[in-house]
């Protein structure tokens, strides 16, 4: 089996909802996030790239019809650049990277780019198709940005409930406080306003539509104090609230992956080794805590344990999922997020997991850790998780 490495990561700054990336088209967004990370690779023929993995979650509308291949072409890349893309929700564009590295690791390409967009700002609302003629009464338009949708009855109930709800049963189950998840979401903030002063997005981020050089959804001045003083979200008396849960948001990330002799044509060396990969599944409304088992699962297949990690990029879809997780795996949470997380910088689904890919990299080479795990939940019990050793 051959190795298989992470040369280069770069990503849009992550807009707000309904904010200035709103006017850019998902597609668009692929293809910004895409040229801006070959651009790190000046010397590498474009016409070299094997396949192209991207991940979408939505797919709906302007991302309909394989937006990776739409990417590829808005991008100028030759035609015969091949690419597919991916569907595994909040997970897809990580599930993206699992599906380069393996066909690496097979020996079925040398390089490889993966990566993932969403425009949460532009997803429509659908319309159920009849099943004959014209309907003699009233439709009802579904939003399709986030959630369940068009429900089949045969689903039990207790699947099917909201992303929040379903993070509110975490809650009462392993006893985490509102105060503790308001802790962890100013924690998130305050490390993504300091990872932006400190210079370390610039080398990662292209710019993209009318967005500065910031992920627009991060708060400097966040406190617990303001975060309390914010309404449940999801039950008159619950712990979650818009400020420790991910927001809704715009954006894309890339990766580029390739054979340790890519090098050669790339013109530098790798930043990291993908050494472990895992899926984890468990009941739908459970998913919260998928990542549990994904990681621990990614780490026995790379030969390592927890003592051994240096750095985890954990996707803080909300504050209580995430310190169930750090909590379960028993690690020190100073280790976990160190550059902010998506409760700060943002959650555009399909974008994420190439997003926490590519910061791990990076972050094991500025804290000179030798190795890392990136892991996400996905909704409907889901979970993935990749193991990277620095190079």
């Not at 390409?109 to 014209?134: C, D, Q, T």
């Not at 009318?210 to 966040?222: K, T």
């Not at 910088?345 to 094991?364: F, K």
């Amino acid at each position: 089996m051959t190795d298989s490495f992470v040369y280069a990561a770069a990503r849009t700054p992550f807009g707000r909802y309904s904010g200035a990336l709103a006017g850019v088209r998902p597609d668009d967004l692929a293809a910004t996030a895409l040229t801006g990370l070959l651009a790190k690779a000046s010397e590498l023929d474009p016409a070299n790239i094997d396949d192209v993995h991207w991940g979408t979650a939505n797919g709906a509308g302007e991302d309909n019809r394989n937006v990776g291949r739409m990417a590829v072409l808005l991008a100028g890349l030759p035609t015969s650049v091949p690419a597919n893309t991916v569907n595994r929700l909040c997970g897809s564009s990580l599930d993206a990277a699992i599906i380069g590295s393996r066909a690496i690791a097979a020996g079925e390409a040398e390089i490889v780019v993966i990566g993932g967009s969403e425009s949460m700002s532009r997803a429509p609302w659908v319309l159920p198709k009849p099943s004959g003629g014209f309907p003699a009464g009233n439709l009802e338009a579904v939003s399709s940005t986030l959630g369940w949708r068009m429900v089949n009855p045969r689903m039990p109930a207790e699947w099917t409930v909201s992303l929040g709800e379903c993070n509110e049963q975490l809650a009462d189950r392993y006893g985490i406080s509102r105060e503790r998840q308001d802790e962890f979401a100013v924690r998130s903030h305050v490390l993504a306003d300091k990872a932006w002063t400190d210079g370390f997005y610039q080398d990662l981020t292209v710019p993209a539509g009318d967005l500065g050089d910031r992920d627009e959804s991060i708060r400097a001045d966040s406190s617990t104090a303001k975060l309390a003083g914010l309404k449940p979200s999801f039950r008159p008396d619950g712990t979650i609230t818009a400020g420790n849960a991910s927001p809704l948001n715009d954006g894309a990330a890339a990766v580029l992956l390739g054979t340790a002799a890519a090098a050669f044509q790339i013109g530098y060396d790798p930043i990291a080794r993908i050494a472990g990969r895992a899926a984890h599944a468990l009941d739908p409304q459970d998913f919260g805590f998928a990542p549990v088992q994904a990681a621990e699962k990614a780490l026995q297949r790379a030969g390592i344990t927890w003592s051994d990690v240096g750095a985890v990029e954990l996707n803080e879809a909300f504050a209580v999922q995430s310190l169930a997780c750090i909590d379960a795996w028993g690690i020190d949470p100073e280790i976990v997020n160190t550059r902010g997380g998506a409760l700060a910088i943002g959650h555009p689904l399909g974008a994420s997991g190439a997003r926490i890919l590519g910061t791990l990299a990076h972050v094991l080479r500025e804290r000179d850790q030798r190795w890392g795990v990136a892991a996400i939940c996905i909704g409907v019990g889901q979970a993935l998780a990749v193991v990277l050793e620095s190079a």
